[in-house]
């Protein structure tokens, strides 16, 4: 066997071995994008699920409170405007720290998705 015919083969080889590396790395990409889409997704659904049920729970509490606050001070009126300034409070609470919550969101998603 000659050099250049064992270069030849060598050759091939490692052709060989870097194609089935090239195909198994794209078949690990396919797979590990579904896997954070469909974690990705199933997460959502389940947060889009269980937010309405809070929401409408959430409702239903805030309108009995502030129905409760107007029993006790003898004015609906003044009951739901204690609620509303409530809401208004926690909505401030929330913008002041929003840079906290994204950070947070952000820590979490690339855990996620980078694991």
């Given at each position: 066997?000659?050099?250049?015919?064992?270069?030849?083969?060598?050759?091939?080889?490692?052709?060989?071995?870097?194609?089935?590396?090239?195909?198994?790395?794209?078949?690990?990409?396919?797979?590990k994008i579904f896997?954070?889409?469909?974690?990705?997704?199933?997460?959502?659904?389940?947060?889009?699920?269980?937010?309405s049920f809070l929401?409408?729970?959430?409702i239903f509490l805030?309108?009995?409170?502030?129905?409760?606050?107007?029993?006790?001070?003898?004015?609906?009126?003044?009951?739901?405007?204690?609620?509303?300034?409530?809401?208004?409070?926690?909505?401030?609470?929330?913008?002041?720290?929003?840079?906290?919550?994204?950070?947070?969101?952000?820590?979490?998603?690339?855990?996620?998705?980078?694991?």
């Amino acid at each position: 066997m000659s050099v250049f015919e064992s270069l030849n083969e060598t050759s091939n080889k490692a052709k060989d071995i870097g194609e089935r590396y090239v195909d198994t790395s794209h078949q690990y990409i396919k797979l590990k994008i579904f896997q954070q889409l469909t974690g990705g997704m199933s997460l959502f659904g389940k947060l889009l699920l269980i937010g309405s049920f809070l929401f409408i729970a959430f409702i239903f509490l805030a309108i009995s409170a502030a129905i409760a606050i107007g029993y006790w001070l003898e004015n609906f009126a003044l009951g739901a405007l204690i609620i509303g300034g409530l809401f208004l409070c926690l909505a401030i609470l929330v913008y002041l720290l929003r840079h906290r919550i994204d950070q947070k969101f952000i820590e979490t998603m690339s855990d996620l998705f980078f694991d």
